[in-house]
């Protein structure tokens, strides 16, 4: 029978266990409903120690005693045996058990997976008070188990309140507030050197340490045992090169436990020989797969293509592939970087790394070949399906880049050019941060004879429209006609076309604009044809000519639905909705914009979306409901922030500076006006006036001054955080006069800006007015100054803009 002594072997926890705290809810309430419940993951995760945990709050439900089976160093056919004597018995274990309400812990169950399962599955059908808690790093995959994956600790967590926080610990000795990383970290660090504590320092570097440690509790247990000689800048520095770092564990810990290497290489030992090829190959991938891809790079000699599926599935079954969500409706596969780093040490010694990166690239290129091939002339491919194409190019951004990089490094430029302008439209104009800018210069920079001509202008031309949409026209201005020679040179069509259409939208020559619509109406590609039709729409709103503006748009409209191109026709929608707001017809704006939000709910379009957004929010301010006109700037302000979107933040502080002053708050509009201006490098103009102008008469012209250099000195990042939160910056600087404190038109001057808004030239002004042609030039010259314009097309769509 059962030794008596007082039911349970579970020994007494070393020291504090911190965080999971929803974890062991979650498990508690398993272990009430499920006989069998396997805690899976990978080497170093914490399976032992949050089953160890778990089992001592289960235990008062398990009166017949609570069983700790240690099997790690286990050889088959020694299970049953040793299981009978951790319990102390010496005859049969179903019989001893029988009816008690008993809970078997079985740690590490690996070595002996297969006899682990068979006796749990004779254990469960003869003891009907027994309960089986496992760990394993894959599922024993018995009738009524409960497989639990054991998540790595949380790396991101609360910071509110000051950042230095060693007097608000937790009972475990952690730091409160933190993420559960964080407070194993600093609880580790404290053991190991007892003056250690966080501070507004070396907080942020816990915080990399942590999260480049994939929040993997053995991980930082290791590194935060080195701050007895290492500071956690020297550990962050030094993580290139963690299996070294990381090799100072306990004496008295298990072999594979000792070091960060140890521990993975149980793992591996444990691997099949296809299982191995299948794990060092993956490494080929920088951040995540699918497994198409999969197929493509990983299979060859060792692991046929039809094998691999099989294979991926024991590696994620055994914890060392994670599923990570889906991509355009693919799962999605990815390695915890601890795990990358073993493998691409394993795949350098193979000898086979050339030919899997080689494999990698060519893999990319050909489904960005096929992503050329949905929207080439005639396609007229379903929205659908480009939806997943750009969707899987976003989600595999870092793959492509890791490409480019390996291209630049071996000298062979021409399959990632092809790559990189075969998904030209999804580099430019929606805002992805793909951050191909300057592996495009590395890529173009390399002599090659074997680049085409023809491919060479085209990636020429891309990277003008990457400059374009960053604002350096100059630049842009350059690469489009170098690549335009190219391409004309190599008669290649398509590529004078694109082009042209880039020198259209640099310079809005008609000339320009009229060639490159005749190019690719004679080319047969709407796409085309649709961006030289919003090309000339985007010059008409800029200079007044609403009604040429309209019909451009709605040229793209109707292209783009006849296409099926959403991301055509929100376009198409937001220039239409402009129109219609300077026109005045709030009601036709506003359902522009949602039309065109609605289109891009299920796509990373980010500036479009954020355009809509910020429309709908002028649209609502300019009706008088301040209320959702800051619903829908918060939105805008948000999605501009996490994107990046240095130049898009700026302009929504310049809407959230008019909504603030509308809702009586001067103060903090003189801010982020100021904050706007400043981010964007550019003079006051009328808009920044006409929030200023309330604010003078309120606050006084003195107050207004040093809230503007207050302003003017914030960062993007203080900036938002004055708009959502409210939060002020510190007074620390002295007053400044805005630039444009006196651009208030006169009256003369506002009744002559209403005339250059009808068209009138200089002469008619002044037989309009009975002045004299010069007076009316001069009015004109003072007029642009105050404003901060450079042409009357300016002046007439800032006064339709401010009826």
Same mark, same amino acid.
Request: hydrophobic share 45%.
């Given at each position: 029978m059962l030794r008596s002594a007082d039911f349970s072997n579970l020994p007494a926890e070393p020291n504090a266990f911190v965080g999971?705290?929803?974890?062991?809810?979650?498990?508690?309430?398993?272990?009430?409903?499920?006989?069998?419940?396997?805690?899976?993951?990978?080497?170093?995760?914490?399976?032992?120690?949050?089953?160890?945990?778990?089992?001592?709050?289960?235990?008062?439900?398990?009166?017949?005693?609570?069983?700790?089976?240690?099997?790690?160093?286990?050889?088959?056919?020694?299970?049953?045996?040793? !299981?009978?004597?951790?319990?102390?018995?010496? @005859?049969? %274990?179903? *019989?001893?058990?029988?009816? &008690?309400?008993? /809970? $078997?812990?079985?740690?590490?169950?690996?070595?002996?997976?297969?006899?682990?399962?068979?006796?749990?599955?004779?254990?469960?059908?003869?003891?009907?008070?027994?309960?089986?808690?496992?760990?394993?790093?894959?599922?024993?995959?018995?009738?009524?188990?409960?497989?639990?994956?054991?998540?790595?600790?949380?790396?991101?967590?609360?910071?509110?309140?000051?950042?230095?926080?060693?007097?608000?610990?937790?009972?475990?000795?952690s730091v409160e507030g933190e993420s559960e990383a964080v407070r194993l970290f600093v609880a580790r660090a404290t053991a190991a050197r007892p003056d250690f504590e966080l501070t507004d320092e070396n907080r942020p570097l816990v915080a990399e340490l942590c999260q480049a440690l994939d929040g993997l509790p053995?991980?930082?247990?290791?590194?935060? !045992?080195?701050?007895?000689?290492?500071?956690? @800048?020297? %550990?962050? *520095?030094?993580?290139?090169? &963690?299996?070294? /770092? $990381?090799?100072?564990?306990?004496?008295?810990?298990?072999?594979?436990?000792?070091?960060?290497?140890?521990?993975?290489?149980?793992?591996?030992?444990?691997?099949?020989?296809?299982?191995?090829?299948?794990?060092?190959?993956?490494?080929?991938?920088?951040?995540?797969?699918?497994?198409?891809?999969?197929?493509?790079?990983?299979?060859?000699?060792?692991?046929?293509?039809?094998?691999v599926l099989l294979r991926l599935c024991d590696l994620v079954d055994k914890s060392l592939v994670a599923l990570d969500g889906e991509i355009a409706g693919q799962a999605r596969y990815r390695l915890l970087e601890t795990v990358r780093d073993y493998a691409l040490e394993q795949l350098a010694e193979s000898g086979e790394e050339t030919e899997l990166r080689r494999r990698h690239l060519t893999a990319l290129a050909a489904m960005a070949r096929r992503f050329k091939e949905t929207i080439a002339?005639?396609?007229?491919?379903?929205?659908?399906?480009?939806?997943?194409?750009?969707?899987?190019?976003?989600?595999?951004?870092?793959?492509?880049?890791?490409?480019?990089?390996?291209?630049?490094?071996?000298?062979?430029?021409?399959?990632?050019?092809?790559?990189?302008?075969?998904?030209?439209?999804?580099?430019?104009?929606?805002?992805?941060?793909?951050?191909?800018?300057?592996?495009?210069?590395?890529?173009l920079s390399l002599d090659v004879p074997q680049v085409r001509p023809a491919l060479r202008g085209q990636a020429t031309i891309l990277r003008g429209e990457l400059a374009l949409a960053a604002g350096d026209l100059e630049l842009a201005a350059w690469c489009a006609r170098a690549g335009l020679d190219l391409c004309r040179a190599a008669g290649d069509e398509y590529g004078e076309a694109v082009g042209t259409i880039v020198l259209a939208q640099l310079t809005g020559k008609p000339d320009i604009l009229a060639r490159a619509l005749e190019m690719a109406r004679s080319a047969g590609d709407l796409i085309l044809e649709s961006l030289a039709q919003g090309t000339r729409a985007q010059f008409g709103l800029h200079h007044g000519r609403l009604r040429e503006a309209q019909r451009g748009f709605e040229e793209v409209l109707a292209i783009s639905e006849g296409l099926d191109n959403h991301v055509g026709q929100s376009y198409a929608h937001i220039g239409l909705a402009q129109v219609a707001r300077r026109s005045g017809d709030l009601v036709t704006a506003k359902r522009h914009y949602e039309s065109g939000l609605s289109l891009l709910r299920h796509v990373d379009a980010r500036q479009q979306i954020v355009s809509c957004l910020a429309g709908l929010g002028k649209v609502a301010l300019d009706q008088g409901d301040l209320a959702e006109a800051r619903v829908r700037f918060t939105e805008a302000l948000v999605l501009s922030r996490d994107a990046g979107l240095r130049a898009g933040i700026a302009r929504r502080l310049e809407e959230w500076a008019v909504l603030v002053s509308a809702e009586g708050d001067h103060r903090r509009a003189v801010l982020l006006a100021a904050a706007s201006v400043a981010l964007r490098s550019r003079q006051p103009d009328a808009r920044t006036e006409d929030v200023l102008r309330p604010a003078r008469a309120g606050l006084g012209e003195a107050v207004v001054g040093m809230l503007w250099a207050e302003g003017a000195g914030m960062t993007a990042e203080q900036a938002v955080a004055c708009a959502l939160d409210g939060a002020l910056p510190e007074r620390s600087v002295e007053l400044v006069v805005p630039v444009n404190q006196d651009s208030r038109l006169t009256a003369r001057e506002r009744e002559i800006a209403d005339l250059i808004a009808r068209g009138l030239s200089n002469r008619a002004i002044a037989d309009e007015l009975v002045i004299s042609p010069a007076t009316a030039a001069r009015h004109v010259a003072n007029i642009l100054s105050k404003l901060g314009f450079s042409t009357r097309t300016q002046i007439a769509a800032w006064v339709i803009e401010s009826r």
């Open positions: 999971r705290e929803s974890d062991l809810d979650e498990l508690v309430h398993l272990m009430r409903v499920s006989r069998a419940v396997t805690l899976c993951g990978a080497g170093g995760i914490g399976k032992t120690r949050l089953a160890l945990r778990l089992a001592a709050r289960v235990a008062p439900d398990h009166p017949g005693g609570v069983w700790l089976i240690e099997l790690a160093d286990l050889e088959k056919g020694e299970l049953r045996g040793y !299981a009978a004597a951790a319990l102390g018995i010496a @005859g049969d %274990l179903a *019989e001893s058990i029988a009816g &008690r309400r008993t /809970l $078997l812990v079985l740690d590490n169950c690996e070595p002996v997976i297969g006899e682990c399962a068979e006796l749990c599955r004779d254990l469960l059908g003869a003891c009907p008070g027994l309960t089986v808690l496992a760990t394993s790093r894959e599922p024993l995959r018995v009738p009524g188990e409960t497989v639990w994956r054991v998540p790595p600790l949380s790396v991101e967590g609360p910071v509110d309140g000051p950042a230095d926080r060693s007097a608000d610990r937790c009972a475990d000795g053995l991980a930082i247990e290791l590194a935060a !045992a080195m701050v007895r000689v290492l500071s956690v @800048g020297q %550990l962050v *520095e030094r993580l290139d090169d &963690r299996f070294r /770092l $990381l090799a100072g564990g306990a004496r008295t810990a298990p072999a594979r436990h000792r070091t960060l290497r140890a521990a993975v290489d149980w793992s591996y030992r444990l691997l099949s020989p296809q299982e191995r090829l299948l794990l060092r190959r993956t490494a080929a991938f920088r951040s995540s797969w699918t497994l198409d891809l999969a197929e493509e790079v990983c299979s060859g000699p060792g692991l046929p293509e039809e094998d002339p005639g396609a007229r491919t379903s929205w659908p399906v480009i939806e997943r194409y750009v969707n899987l190019f976003d989600a595999l951004k870092v793959e492509v880049g890791a490409a480019c990089d390996w291209s630049i490094a071996i000298g062979l430029p021409e399959i990632a050019l092809g790559l990189l302008t075969d998904v030209r439209y999804l580099l430019v104009g929606s805002g992805r941060k793909l951050d191909m800018a300057e592996r495009l210069d590395r890529l």
